[in-house]
């Protein structure tokens, strides 16, 4: 085998390795009846998805941490910590996979989509979204930590 990069430690850079391999041996003109580019793009799709998959655990996570951290209710709070805890345990088992899309998180993104699912959840408790910060202020090892909490506003927890 030609790759460098083995498919167990780190399915995302397996994924884009053999993408490229696969249109190396295209150039090549091998005489054969597989359609190399299309095979090429699918296998770089499938680490696209990983990736969009860790950017959507991550706004999910982002949008209960910041339910938990700017809403006065006092419940469904552990309903949100489950959730949090669910979509942490995702984004850290798809990066266990796939080690080198650590690097690919758009946490910009992931926040702009969590901040806007919590603007809408956090509207019934009163909550202007002027309230919630514009840029994101968790770290993405806060975001994937399972022992990480941010403190209520409220003094709830």
């Given amino acids: 085998m030609?790759?460098?990069?083995?498919?167990?430690?780190?399915?995302?850079?397996?994924?884009?390795?053999?993408?490229?391999?696969?249109?190396?041996?295209?150039?090549?003109?091998l005489?054969?009846?597989?359609?190399?580019?299309?095979?090429?793009?699918?296998?770089?799709?499938?680490?696209?998805?990983?990736?969009?998959?860790?950017?959507?655990?991550l706004a999910h996570v982002i949008e209960h941490l910041l339910k938990l951290e700017?809403?006065?209710?006092?419940?469904?709070?552990?309903?949100?910590?489950?959730s949090v805890r669910e979509q942490r345990a995702a984004a850290v088992d798809a990066l266990a996979d796939s080690p080198s899309l650590k690097g690919h998180v758009d946490l910009p993104l992931a926040f702009h989509r969590g901040r806007g699912l919590a603007i809408d959840g956090l509207g019934q408790d009163r909550v202007d979204e002027r309230d919630l910060p514009s840029d994101c202020p968790y770290a993405l090892e806060h975001l994937l930590d399972e022992g990480w909490w941010p403190a209520n506003r409220h003094g709830l927890d």
Avoid: C
């Fill in 70 to 82: 700017f809403s006065p209710a006092s419940d469904p709070r552990s309903g949100w910590r489950k």
């Fill in 31 to 57: 005489n054969t009846p597989i359609d190399w580019d299309h095979v090429a793009e699918e296998i770089e799709d499938m680490g696209r998805n990983d990736r969009r998959a860790i950017s959507s655990h």
């Fill in 2 to 29: 030609d790759s460098r990069i083995g498919y167990d430690d780190d399915f995302y850079a397996w994924t884009q390795e053999q993408a490229r391999l696969l249109r190396e041996a295209a150039r090549e003109r």
